[in-house]
């Protein structure tokens, strides 16, 4: 794939359709591999109790067990990003546990009545007319008073301080704010998290700066 010659932005989109090719192909189904494991492990184990286990499987049956310790975390940790994200592309996906969640924030959220001058209104259109002429009442035009900011005698930076202020970010501060981001926080839902861009800092590290600054 060339991708010299394009910005960041651009490659990282061109990426996702190759990532998920080996996503699919190479790193494969979460779900799938841990049901294998468990599977090789039930095998395994059914053998014990009726004969003495040789060494060899033993090996195996604890490679198999570290193995889906792994797939678990893996499993875990997809899940918890997908719940952090802002904006699901595909909420479908989502387990009933996070679907639960956001039913409960919504119906929290929810304005079913409120109390205007002593009375409760429940219905949903009397409801409705009593936020509108509240917000109309409150961003209504009003008369202020001007005043001379130059009469309350704040302190000036300097002339230096203001050029200090205007100085370009470096490259070195994008790096240590990308470093005390929390790793599990994207931009989107483009899977590109902040522990994948430190993990390939050394490879896009002074492109991704050039495209903050």
Not at 8 to 37: C, H, M, S, Y
Not at 51 to 57: A, F, G, K, P
Not at 140 to 147: C, H
Request: hydrophobic fraction near 40%.
């Amino acid at each position: 794939m060339q991708l010299a010659g394009i910005p960041l932005n651009q490659k990282l989109k061109k990426l996702k359709a190759p990532l998920r090719k080996w996503n699919r192909e190479v790193f494969g189904n979460i779900d799938t591999k841990i049901q294998a494991l468990q599977k090789e492990l039930a095998s395994i184990d059914i053998q014990a109790p009726g004969r003495e286990l040789q060494e060899i499987e033993w090996h195996r049956r604890n490679a198999s067990q570290s193995e889906l310790w792994l797939w678990m975390a893996r499993k875990e940790r997809y899940w918890k990003q997908m719940s952090r994200c802002k904006i699901l592309k595909e909420g479908d996906r989502n387990t009933w546990y996070f679907h639960t969640l956001a039913t409960i924030r919504r119906k929290k959220n929810l304005i079913l009545t409120i109390k205007k001058d002593e009375t409760t209104l429940i219905e949903p259109m009397q409801v409705r007319k009593a936020f509108v002429q509240h917000f109309k009442q409150l961003y209504v035009s009003q008369e202020t008073i001007l005043f001379d900011l130059a009469s309350l005698s704040l302190n000036k930076i300097t002339p230096e301080e203001c050029a200090k202020l205007e100085e370009p970010v470096t490259l070195l501060e994008i790096k240590d704010a990308l470093l005390t981001c929390d790793m599990s926080k994207a931009p989107g839902y483009d899977g590109f998290n902040i522990k994948c861009i430190r993990h390939v800092w050394p490879v896009i590290g002074e492109e991704f700066g050039r495209f903050v600054m």
